[in-house]
């Protein structure tokens, strides 16, 4: 391959693509978190594919187990017959995940993309409590498909629905108004009040943090009192958790240290652990009143995701992996409050949670050209936030201290150096 | 793994499992047109993944370009950046399926499932044409999320929705009425009636034969006015060839035949090659008006699907399959139509087009016994239709001679024993 | 006044405004079925209030109803409160209409215009079945508040809207398609057919001769057809008796002759008598499931009306009025045959029931131009159909013979006039 | 007429009458402020039909303008041709009403009820803005028609739709929430961020004094900030002063006070002056992009009203009214702080402006009882609010001192008599 290349995408490929616009270079092969092009440039990935590449890039036990049952030819696609990795999936899953945090939940596989998992929550919730609407949060992303999009706040997203998107009300995430101003006592009074044109709804599905919409971490004592508002209206509540779970945040859900039990929880990304294409929702085993065949999908059996998937739930059997992240995640929090404090002219403001993190930026663009910068400068990062205002941190979970620091340095003198360009001035 | 496998599935998979109810056993290889399971009995597969396994499972070719790519290191994740199989997939599609096919379209790659790649086709004919409504056709199916549902007529799946779905107006397929009555002169009255109470739509989507609506194929000249009244009335045609493209008609694409240039195509399905998650979006150039992320989804970037998309393309390169599909296509068609000649007891109709065939019995739960007694004497198949009223033979496409004798053979003992079973009589 | 008074309105008055650009004159008196206007102008009116003044302008014996209640200072305006009027009408209505048709409903007011107590209808069509979609037909006409709206046919009506109406599904009224397609087999298969993409709707709308949407009068077999697949499939029958019903096609309600029993009936325009605000819904006692104030309207009690549609119900005690409209009607058919066939050269076609008549065109504006030039002749005629293609009389019921002879005259000469004008060879 | 009446409306009228139920006799007569039934009983009015009666009953100067119209054989019903009568009130009403308090608006009749001007406003705002989404406020009332009542928020009315109400967002009204919660800057937030979920609406809809929903009369200042944030936003404001208007807090217009000048204005009810069905919509000039006829309504040239609305007018032509109104104001005000502070056991609170003014109470039925027991000693006032739990007063405007004294002196004792009365203790 040769640097043509990149005219094969601007030809051939939609108008719709995006981040090869961000980073400009025809990847070919990764490892850890690590990448390189194809002239052998070597990336930090501080990306790690919007949270789908949590355990980094080709895991070499995954990719052992993945190779041997491909060359065994066991079963690649299956749709929801019974086959012997979805047993062991749903086994392992079972024992490792669901029982020592003392959970019980029924399975599904929708199809394998996040915003399949939130059509099926979404559907099972309004057909389990005969309800139509549905509160969602501002900044909230679950997906893009209608059903998930209708509870994306997004506007621009939105607005490329083409249709008036339904059967919701947007309520104010945690700190969205102000630091005063108290929200979930808003919530209530519309619940409350007869007349507020706001009726009871089937359920709330929110993020515990917010990965597209601003690396906005509510609060645990937020997240309990819409536990309970939740319990007092009888409304289910769904914890999308497609990208602050599965150990992002420090736990492998990301609600565990808050204490709640979410009625239904969604998970993608990185529970298929390797990248490979994998979704599930987890149901209160009350709530599964599906019809067989009531939702469903064609790749819902994607043997290969659930070999890797099983293979990455060896992470989860002691604390090392949470206790790794919990860690590191102190370090990263005071890098990003050091450039903060550093920097007053950018204006910044530390975000998120565990291995979610970003600064927020006042300065018009200033996110974007942090990640410019750190691109050239060899790390990959993405910029998050309604206008494009955090850049974004998400290195994979199982990174060593080696990888972190040198991901870190990047962003600092990117940092540094976008900051004493002249443009900053005239921002 | 042993018999007490099934009970995994029960006690932690959700109710909305199917297929593992109608196949209740655990599959653990294949090769080709074959699968085993745990307990080694050999089944013959006329299923092929509902059609996302038209080559067969686990196709040697494929499975060693990517095994190949696996052991290298090769990224697995990319979301939409740029990496070498990606852009090897995009020139090859290009080379090999569009341009002798004198065909240019730009690809887009929503998430890797066939709903999606419709409800990013449904947006965008919606933005291209500033209009809301679509016109669907009764018994089409196009995806369980909130967009594609919409648009899918099968009663059972829409209720499933939870909440009204709109801005779609039902015509009738080919047929749909009876045989006499001209469905399409209805149509047209309906868009050139001011009075009518149906706007012109921004698209029509159809499949050209439908394959969960009971194996309907629309006829070349009902397809060819079709295209004409899009083009009247400036309404945008997409092709949902999810099921029915990728050579499952005995063509690349389903609609080859009948002439006619869709304005926006659906492939997912078989698109992948080896039942590895796949779906693109081809779009007519100067419709490809997105901006960049107005539509995505995690796992667009699944560079597996992409190695072995590309594999599977070298069938495509001369018409060897093509040819094999035709020509055994006659064979199935005989012998269903023989079965139908000779048991009139189960009042069957012979239904489809090349290796999407099936046999329509107006007897209630005719179709489900076959079916049932096919899987007893080890050959896979399905039901379709509203009522499961047909019995639908999908084998892969490149199967030879023997499996398909066999096969066939099964299915002729296994509609014998369900007649003479009985039963048949007080249906 | 003066000749001024125009600007008034061109100055102070909504563009919105309609017959006062078709009729450009200001009106001042009126009685029986002639109008005039301050030059002292005598018009014939044809129009009678789009079917509001069946009995003509200020029957006398009405007004003296009336002028006796207002000097009596009898309640005017009640809500839904007890009066005497409102008593007296109930019985009234019940004796004289009810009763001797034996029909048994119960009466609602709804707010006092037509599209009110459609959108009542609806409302409680939806409460009883627990069903949200409405099937309409083709042309229909109901009102222009979203709810009604809804169940319009009308392109340009339903754009009007802003917003996309949902929850209808537009069926083919009785011959829309041609005369040889039988509609109500397509209707059928639709609800038979569990793959259609239609949902067993709450309820069908229509109008037993459309208005508004061209004097499209349903043969009464299709009527009796529709009240079957109802019945078959637990639909409720809406008629919307608003413009045929009170005598206009020859009988009290319209489907009378037909043998139709509705499950619900709209009743207004004419009902009140005198040309005052008055809408009813008559209800099948065994859907009266409204809890108290779940539908209504600040003028559902508007007395005045109350006392004039009493007095009007003094037409109904014997037949002499339906058999005035029955015999005068086959005048009205003969006269405008003898146009259609005398003047090949406007392609005409006759149409209607009773005094709900008119004649369609094929040629463009040809049915405008009639009006305009009856006008200048002193006859008030108004267009109906989605491309304004009929030219529409609608006489007072209880207009006498001289007064049908000289605006037919008039009829005549103005179409003379317009097929002998050259324009009409350019069209 | 005998005590059998009551019986005619349980037997023959749908089971949807309301207030036939709270105040349980017929009515006769009436006059001014005065009620009598057909026991001959009399009755103190404080309902003035929910503000259609601001005038009072049957004023004798409009009474004597309508016969004598009547007599003279006036046209009674003409659709929107030009009549005298209209011509007289448009022309009156700018004389009058618009140009001394320096505004310009086109006027617009819709159907003449207040539910058809509000459906004509939000129509207006989408065609003027193209956008769909209308913002609302809790405890809004704009009617029971699907568009008026998709913006309204009370939850039983709401559900009467039968379908989910679309294409609007409820924000708080002032003081919705609490005292101490600033309402305007969480709706300003949802406007201002991109990811709140909530697009740029239409219009804003609202009632400056809430009439059923809980007379909630919003600060001045908080209505000035509303018009500026429309303003910012360029969001048309529609007033909504079908009960708040023509006097009943004052001035003509309710929001007079507050200064603010609204981009379109509902009137109904009082705009008739004789309780004669009437609606209104005022437009901005510019605003006014109507077609011809793209919204109408039968009943909209109801002549009967323009000669009484005419004659109404001439209460204006000197502020005698208004200073009537403001001044009586304070006496009831200061009524009821008085009984709001003899008796604290009905924890209540004065609430309304000038002549809209209840108590709302926190006992459970209290409000009611208290009605019941005003109806016994002879007056009639209804209850307000989500949960009924306001008394309303709702004198006519022009009311003189014996009649308010009266009203108040019966209200105090039936106030009295319920506080008294041992089941309030167990509330």
Not at 125 to 138: L, M
Not at 210 to 215: D, T
Not at 387 to 399: A, C, H, R
């Amino acid at each position: 391959m040769t640097k043509t290349d990149m005219k094969v995408f601007e030809e051939l490929e939609s108008e719709v693509r995006s981040y090869c616009r961000s980073f400009p270079t025809v990847f070919t092969k990764a490892k850890g978190y690590k990448m390189w092009d194809e002239a052998g440039k070597e990336y930090i990935d501080f990306f790690s594919g919007a949270g789908a590449l949590n355990y980094g890039h080709n895991d070499p036990y995954m990719k052992e187990k993945l190779v041997e049952y491909i060359l065994s030819d066991g079963v690649t696609h299956s749709l929801d017959m019974a086959t012997a990795p979805k047993a062991e999936f749903l086994e392992t899953f079972n024992n490792v995940i669901l029982k020592p945090r003392n959970m019980e939940y029924k399975i599904m596989f929708p199809g394998p993309t996040g915003t399949n998992t939130v059509e099926s929550a979404l559907k099972l919730a309004r057909k389990a409590t005969g309800r139509t609407d549905i509160i969602s949060f501002t900044n909230g992303f679950h997906g893009m498909t209608i059903g998930s999009l209708s509870v994306t706040g997004n506007s621009f997203k939105r607005k490329g629905a083409g249709v008036p998107l339904q059967h919701v009300v947007t309520m104010p995430y945690d700190n969205f108004v102000s630091d005063s101003l108290d929200d979930l006592e808003y919530l209530e009074r519309f619940l409350e009040d007869r007349g507020s044109g706001v009726a009871i709804p089937a359920a709330m599905i929110l993020e515990t943090v917010q990965g597209e919409g601003g690396i906005n971490a509510a609060r645990f004592e937020w997240l309990q009192r819409i536990e309970a508002i939740c319990k007092r209206w009888d409304i289910l509540l769904i914890v999308d958790d497609v990208q602050a779970g599965v150990g992002r945040t420090g736990t492998f859900f990301s609600f565990e240290q808050a204490g709640i039990k979410p009625d239904i929880i969604c998970l993608s990304k990185s529970i298929g652990g390797y990248g490979t294409p994998l979704a599930i929702t987890l149901i209160r085993p009350d709530l599964d009143i599906w019809d067989p065949g009531e939702h469903n999908g064609t790749f819902r059996g994607n043997n290969h995701a659930f070999v890797t998937a099983t293979a990455a739930l060896s992470y989860w059997k002691d604390d090392t992996l949470e206790r790794n992240v919990q860690e590191k995640a102190k370090v990263i929090k005071a890098t990003l409050q050091k450039l903060v404090d550093m920097y007053p002219e950018m204006k910044g403001e530390v975000r998120g949670r565990g291995f979610m993190a970003g600064v927020a930026s006042e300065i018009e663009g200033f996110a974007s050209k942090v990640t410019a910068e750190a691109f050239q400068r060899g790390l990959i990062m993405e910029t998050s936030g309604p206008e494009d205002e955090v850049f974004k941190l998400f290195p994979p979970i199982n990174i060593d201290d080696e990888g972190l620091e040198k991901g870190l340095h990047i962003l600092e003198e990117s940092v540094k150096s976008v900051v004493g360009a002249k443009e900053l001035v005239g921002s």
